[in-house]
């Protein structure tokens, strides 16, 4: 079997400086901007991301896996503060992503941040994931995380779901059974404990 891969690069403007954009990309400071969001810790003794944070989380596998029932793992394999940058591995049951997250000054004050995303499938399940737009809907993943930091930095609080609901429009890709595969892994990840 042929493991395919989709290499996804997306850029995002954020009206919020990089130097309090940068350190809470990080699974404690997503607390302050993804709603109800919860973890599972591996590693992460300082309770901020640097070289070597590991966390697991239940949201994703919908995306990258085409399933509810998974979770992903994360690694920080690059963590450059002075920089603003920051790489994680992202492994579950059906792929492995370097996920690149490059931030600088955009010159005006705000962010601009470079993604760089590369998906591998490990065996037929992320091959179907890949056959079955996962391209788009790797995107999506990404626009979502992205409208939720954006809100925070420039708005100052957490967007509420009734909000992300109003302002995200799905993609045509998300087929029914998508859907009901994000609802299945919001209503696992509400049961989870939040990491302290």
């Not at 400071?29 to 239940?58: A, M, Q, S």
């Not at 995200?168 to 990491?195: G, H, N």
Request: charged content about 20%.
């Amino acid at each position: 079997m042929q493991k395919k891969e989709i290499q996804i690069n997306k850029q995002y403007e954020i009206n919020a400086p990089v130097e309090t954009i940068f350190p809470i990309v990080c699974p404690f400071g997503e607390y302050k901007w993804i709603p109800d969001w919860k973890f599972d810790l591996v590693h992460c003794p300082n309770k901020r991301v640097e070289l070597g944070t590991i966390f697991r989380e239940v949201i994703s596998p919908s995306i990258l896996m085409g399933s509810p029932f998974g979770k992903t793992t994360w690694t920080a394999v690059l963590h450059d503060p002075m920089n603003f940058n920051i790489h994680f591995n992202l492994e579950n049951r059906a792929s492995e992503m370097l996920y690149k997250i490059e931030m600088s000054d955009n010159g005006k004050g705000g962010t601009l941040t470079n993604i760089d995303a590369k998906y591998l499938a490990r065996n037929r399940q992320g091959n179907r994931v890949i056959a079955n737009n996962g391209r788009e809907k790797i995107v999506f993943m990404f626009d979502f995380i992205f409208m939720m930091l954006s809100h925070y930095c420039e708005n100052g609080n957490l967007i509420t779901l009734s909000q992300l609901r109003r302002e995200l429009s799905l993609p045509e890709s998300l087929t029914f059974v998508d859907k009901m595969s994000l609802i299945i892994a919001r209503a696992r990840q509400s049961m989870m404990q939040k990491a302290a």
